[in-house]
């Protein structure tokens, strides 16, 4: 059993940036792809991006992509989601996963509790 806990949202203004991260627990994270995915209110919970259990391979949602990075360290057993120059239509519960094999559907295994992410203009 994974646990997976995400930390590291708030409030920020258009163009701040943010780092969150999802600290696991109950298992190491070597055999996982990581991905994060976001939901807005009355909205369905969107892919933003996965990472493979070596790091070798990354994908990000196009509405991300140049803007966020993600990333994961071993030792910590921690994955990390950098996210610069925000933008109000980011605010959302953002949710870490881990599953294994390569997914951008929300049919991973494991789910933290999300973390909420606002952004003002």
Not at 60 to 86: C, E, H
């Amino acid at each position: 059993q994974v646990q997976l806990v995400e930390s590291g949202g708030g409030l920020v203004q258009a163009g701040d940036s943010l780092r969150l991260s999802c600290a696991a627990s109950g298992h190491t994270l070597n055999r996982y792809y990581m991905g994060w995915f976001r939901q807005a209110p009355g909205k369905e919970r969107d892919f933003v991006a996965t990472i493979s259990p070596t790091g070798g391979y990354i994908h990000y949602a196009d509405s991300v992509k140049g803007r966020f990075i993600v990333s994961r360290d071993y030792a910590g057993n921690t994955v990390y989601l950098q996210m610069n120059s925000l933008k109000p239509e980011d605010t959302a519960v953002y949710y870490c996963a881990a599953r294994i094999g390569y997914s951008v559907a929300d049919n991973y295994d494991y789910w933290g509790q999300g973390t909420q992410v606002t952004v003002s203009s």
